[in-house]
């Protein structure tokens, strides 16, 4: 295993194989692919896998370009938790030669252009949080509210207190949501193939965001993982990776 700096991103590569990029969501950073990344894991044995923190600031389209820095000319799938999601749909809109396929995790976009990803009320509240209880209250406050407070009370201590103090990328990455479109009605012309991913314990609202990209992507399959919830490449790993492995093969990218 190693690990690099790159364009200024903090990148962990592991395995052999075809390329996997991983994008992150929310409140966390390069270590929440740390099953995928582990020894011995599924993925890590038959495919290379690239994992990296996003900057902590900017919007989606600049996310996109980072991402599309650490691709390059290398034939690649890219897998977006979350908010890294929204980025991997934007890559996809630049349709590179190198990305054969794009596996999407719930993307916490609406489901149509005029209705923004969050609502604004939403983060009127982080704010009060955060100047009335201080920033890791208004992080707690975004992961209960993403997670539900089961999930959220099931993450190792370590995680959760690491995810709640970067409550400020949480703040830039709600903005970056907010501004940013869908746009459906251009994803028409995207031929390259998308998983779409969601767990049926996730909160309700992921699900019409899915369906309406399910519509939109001419390619797109949904998969639905029972038992589990927003971070389903943690809670369901194994399913994710057999998943993920197939998708991969249907994109070209047969595993070592």
């Known amino acids: 295993e190693t690990t690099v700096m790159a364009a200024a991103l903090h990148v962990v590569t592991a395995g052999v194989g075809p390329r996997i990029v991983f994008v992150h969501g929310s409140a966390t950073d390069a270590a929440t692919w740390s099953i995928q990344l582990a020894p011995r894991s599924t993925l890590r044995e038959h495919f290379t896998l690239v994992s990296y923190t996003r900057r902590s600031t900017g919007s989606v389209e600049d996310h996109a370009a980072d991402a599309i820095e650490l691709i390059g000319a290398e034939p690649s799938l890219i897998v977006g938790s979350s908010f890294g999601a929204v980025v991997a749909l934007e890559v996809l809109r630049r349709k590179l030669p190198a990305v054969r396929g794009a596996v999407l995790i719930e993307p916490p976009m609406a489901a149509d252009d005029a209705t923004p990803a969050a609502p604004l009320a939403f983060l009127a509240e982080f ?78 609202y992921f699900r019409p965001t899915l369906e309406a990209l399910r519509r939109a992507l001419p390619t797109a399959q949904l998969e639905l993982i029972r038992g589990a919830g927003h971070m389903l490449h943690a809670e369901a790993h194994r399913q994710f990776a057999g998943l993920v492995s197939a998708f991969a093969a249907r994109c070209g990218l047969a595993p070592a």
């Open 127 to 204: 704010d009060r949080r955060v100047a009335e209880q201080g920033g890791a209250a208004a992080g707690e406050f975004f992961l209960r509210t993403v997670l539900g407070d089961v999930a959220f009370d099931r993450i190792p201590e370590a995680f959760r207190e690491r995810s709640i103090q970067r409550w400020a990328e949480i703040r830039a990455d709600s903005h970056a949501l907010i501004a940013y479109r869908p746009r459906y009605a251009e994803l028409s012309s995207i031929a390259t193939p998308v998983l779409l991913l969601g767990g049926d314990r996730s909160a309700a």
